[in-house]
């Protein structure tokens, strides 16, 4: 059962971390994401380019229940919207500016991510609904960026995924950013060779109590 938006808001915000998983198999999933929520990462985004995504999306989504919101990224064509939505996902991350993907999302009760790299495309995702807008590639842009459009568009909730780090990871939060997407600086190649849990429960901590520390500093 899909829970209440505003329960997958709050989950998206708080600490604030977005693991992306670019997952090497459908059998890592679980103990990935188990590893995730003992270092204290709840959003999990399992992303298209997984093997058997939909599948991995289903079984998280089963065995994590109300512990973990479980979303799928890396998506890009309406039909794999709905197909992430039927398959249990609570949250759906697009890199591309997809306004269309906003009302098959909110029909679905889950909540839409939708990407932009241009004050532009932010804010026709925001006109068209959308509950937050992923910045993507983050890394080329960076904070400052944020800060600039906020300004005028303060009203603009960005989530910006690649080069977040957690050193840096609080001038994300500092420019107004309400959670930031990490991928392979949590979720590593190396961790995904060796399925070496006990490094991605680590690593997992150590972003969430970054993440803490920034918005306790931030308000």
Same mark, same amino acid.
């Given at each position: 059962m899909m829970r209440a938006r505003d329960e997958i808001l709050r989950a998206l915000t708080d600490p604030g971390v977005i693991a992306v998983v670019r997952a090497q198999s459908r059998e890592?999933?679980?103990?990935?994401?188990?590893?995730?929520?003992?270092?204290?990462?709840?959003?999990?985004?399992?992303?298209?380019?997984?093997?058997?995504?939909?599948?991995?999306?289903?079984?998280a989504r089963k065995r994590f229940g109300q512990e973990a919101v479980i979303g799928a990224g890396t998506v890009l064509q309406p039909d794999q919207c709905r197909?992430?939505?039927?398959?249990?996902?609570?949250?759906?991350?697009?890199?591309?500016?997809?306004?269309?993907? &906003? @009302?098959?999302?909110?029909?679905?009760?889950? &909540?839409?991510v939708i990407g932009a790299f241009t004050p532009t495309e932010a804010q026709w995702a925001h006109e068209a609904g959308a509950d937050f807008v992923k910045l993507f590639p983050a890394e080329i842009l960076g904070p400052g960026f944020v800060r600039s459009v906020r300004a005028p568009m303060p009203h603009l909730?960005?989530? @910006?995924?690649?080069?977040?780090?957690?050193?840096?990871?609080?001038?994300?939060?500092?420019?107004?950013?309400?959670?930031?997407?990490?991928?392979?600086?949590?979720?590593?190649?190396?961790?995904?060779?060796?399925d070496n849990w006990t490094e991605l429960k680590r690593r997992a901590e150590a972003y969430a109590t970054a993440a803490r520390a920034a918005r306790a500093h931030c308000g």
């Open positions: 890592q999933v679980l103990p990935l994401t188990e590893a995730l929520l003992a270092g204290g990462v709840r959003a999990v985004e399992i992303t298209l380019t997984t093997p058997e995504a939909y599948s991995a999306i289903e079984e197909a992430v939505l039927a398959s249990g996902a609570e949250f759906v991350v697009t890199p591309l500016a997809r306004p269309d993907f &906003v @009302p098959i999302v909110f029909t679905a009760g889950a &909540v839409s909730r960005f989530i @910006p995924t690649g080069g977040v780090t957690v050193e840096n990871l609080a001038e994300w939060f500092r420019a107004g950013c309400p959670a930031v997407g990490v991928g392979s600086a949590l979720v590593s190649k190396e961790i995904l060779d060796t």
